[in-house]
Nanobody
Framework: QVQLVEFGGGLVQAGDSLRLSCAAS????????MAWFRQAPEKEREVVAA????????SYADSVKGRFTISRDNRRNTMYLQMNSLKPEDTAVYYC?????????????????WGQGTQVTVSS
């Protein structure tokens, strides 16, 4: 069992930056691929970015490429999402997820474990 807790959401203005963190309970954190998802009101959940077990491979949704950076620190059991040049359309609840398969996570949107989410609101 892996428990995930997100931190760092808030209200910012367009163009600002924000960093989200996802803390994992498991000492087997490095065994899981990790990803950030988001869900805006009345929209389906979408994947934002994913990172492999070692951090050596990352993938991004087209909408955030060049603005967001995903990373992880396996010594601290923590994953991060650095969000720059934020836009109002980035407003959503952001969730972190863990899965044994990187492909299932990023392509299939299938996570084995999920956090409770943190709200990010970007005002224009």
């Amino acid at each position: 069992q892996v428990q995930l807790v997100e931190f760092g959401g808030g209200l910012v203005q367009a163009g600002d930056s924000l960093r989200l963190s996802c803390a994992a309970s498991a000492r087997t954190f490095s065994s899981y691929a990790m990803a950030w998802f988001r869900q805006a009101p009345e929209k389906e959940r979408e994947v934002v970015a994913a990172v492999s077990r070692t951090g050596g491979t990352t993938s991004y949704a087209d909408s955030v490429k060049g603005r967001f950076t995903i990373s992880r620190d396996n010594r601290r059991n923590t994953m991060y999402l650095q969000m720059n040049s934020l836009k109002p359309e980035d407003t959503a609840v952001y969730y972190c997820a863990a899965a044994g398969s990187y492909t299932d996570l990023f392509r299939g949107h299938r996570g084995d474990y999920w956090g409770q989410g943190t709200q990010v609101t970007v005002s224009s």
